[in-house]
């Protein structure tokens, strides 16, 4: 019984040691970047962001349409659709076609920060609109008031929202999501 149980110890040991021997340790370099949840969240970044605006947890944001729970926006998609077509200042610009995304946080005070545009044509290649487009829609976007907060669970949490335009020709067709 005793041989049993020292040839169990050793097993163990050797196992352990093959298990440790294989494991990979790897240190984050200054090129990687550290996401703290399965979307990537916004870093805050000076060059970019108001210093006023704080999330409430910066460990964690929830994706948009976590739970399935939808635009937490007060009126929902026909009052931000009314909101753009009364302030968002079109004029024909050919070759001015494809989306602009804007992805941004709201903190769970239900205020906004942290905004980041990506421009893409209809490819999803990377393209750059005419700045009087771009700067325009997310100056709109910017001033949006009447998010709502994320409740889970009887707390309030920060969570991310992005907003997707179609635009032809310079002129906004469609807004997503």
Not at 40 to 63: A, R, Y
Not at 108 to 118: D, Q
Not at 154 to 159: F, I, L, T, V
Request: glycine letters at 6%; proline letters at 2%; charged letters at 30%.
């Amino acid at each position: 019984m005793n041989n049993l149980f020292e040839i169990k110890k050793i097993l163990i040991v050797i196992l352990c040691s093959i298990l440790f021997s294989c494991s990979e340790t790897k240190t984050e370099t200054k090129t990687e970047k550290k996401y703290f949840n399965d979307l990537g969240e916004i870093p805050f970044d000076e060059k970019l962001d108001d210093i006023n605006f704080k999330v409430c947890h910066e460990d964690i944001t929830f994706p948009f349409n976590y739970g399935g729970v939808g635009l937490i926006y007060e009126g929902e998609k026909k009052k931000l659709v009314k909101t753009f077509s009364e302030n968002y200042q079109s004029s024909e610009l050919k070759n001015q076609n494809g989306f602009i995304t804007i992805r941004f946080i709201i903190n769970c005070e239900g205020k906004t920060g942290r905004f980041r545009v990506v421009e893409m044509d209809f490819n999803l290649k990377p393209k750059k609109f005419d700045e009087t487009i771009s700067t325009q829609i997310l100056n709109i976007t910017k001033n949006l008031s009447g998010w709502k907060r994320y409740e889970y669970k009887g707390k309030a949490y920060d969570y991310q929202q992005y907003l997707t335009f179609k635009l032809e020709d310079g002129k906004l067709k469609d807004i997503l999501p």
